[in-house]
């Protein structure tokens, strides 16, 4: 979406239609909010992202829980197990791009402005780095994605706009045992080295299965996978 989907947005702004995208995409999001939300505004036209699974469920799952719980929810925290088979490979060149333009998406956040979520009730913790969950008898790290600043959106609007409660969330993902947690330490120090040169970019971007051990490929989903 950083290089092709602006063009969409801009195209259906400009024309009076809403768009819907399923971008994971953190700078993508902060990026056509900052540029095209008076606009859409002032046409009557929705620009929604993140609507696949970054971030509907963690999103609606929030709201959900709010909906069901008798009193006030103040906090959510979620967790992720991922059970994916011989056939599963995840998608690495959005990733690269993600974490080697972060400092942009802090500059994009300063130009917006956003108004500080007041904490109700108790402020949420964040967990260290991995952290042994004993609900699900593995460990858990924080989840690097959208959900958080999907679901910080929303609760932002539904508090300055509908006067509701916010609600704090913290996401997780589930990673297994200790073994596992020193493997990803090491791959996640690689990976971010790597990210920081234009060479290592390169790399992994053309080797994705060497560097990840065939976890993630440069290629699209298989009609299979689809």
């Known amino acids: 979406y950083r290089f092709f989907g602006e063009p969409v947005v801009e195209a259906c702004v400009e024309n009076g239609a809403s768009c819907i995208d399923i971008s994971g995409e953190p700078q993508f999001l902060e990026g056509m909010y900052l540029k095209y939300n008076e606009k859409a505004a002032e046409k009557g036209v929705y620009v929604i992202g993140s609507c696949g699974f970054d971030s509907i469920p963690a999103d609606m799952g929030v709201l959900y829980t709010r909906d069901k719980l008798k009193g006030t929810l103040t906090a959510v925290e979620s967790f992720l197990s991922v059970k994916s088979g011989p056939e599963v490979r995840w998608f690495l060149p959005c990733a690269i791009h993600v974490v080697a333009d972060k400092d942009n998406l802090r500059k994009i ?118």
Do not use: W
């Not at 402020?123 to 959208?146: H, V």
């Open 109 to 226: 956040q300063n130009k917006i402005g956003y108004a500080p979520v007041p904490v109700v009730g108790a402020k949420l913790k964040k967990r260290r780095f991995a952290c042994y969950n004993q609900e699900f008898k593995e460990y858990s790290i924080p989840l690097q994605g959208t959900d958080a600043s999907v679901v910080k959106r929303t609760q932002r609007y539904l508090h300055t706009e509908l006067q509701e409660t916010p609600i704090q969330y913290g996401a997780y993902v589930n990673v297994g045992g200790l073994g596992s947690v020193i493997k990803l330490m090491f791959a996640g120090m690689l990976f971010l080295l790597l990210v920081k040169f234009e060479f290592g970019r390169k790399l992994l971007t053309k080797y994705p299965e060497f560097f990840s051990a065939g976890r993630f490929t440069k290629e699209g989903p298989t009609q299979k996978q689809v």
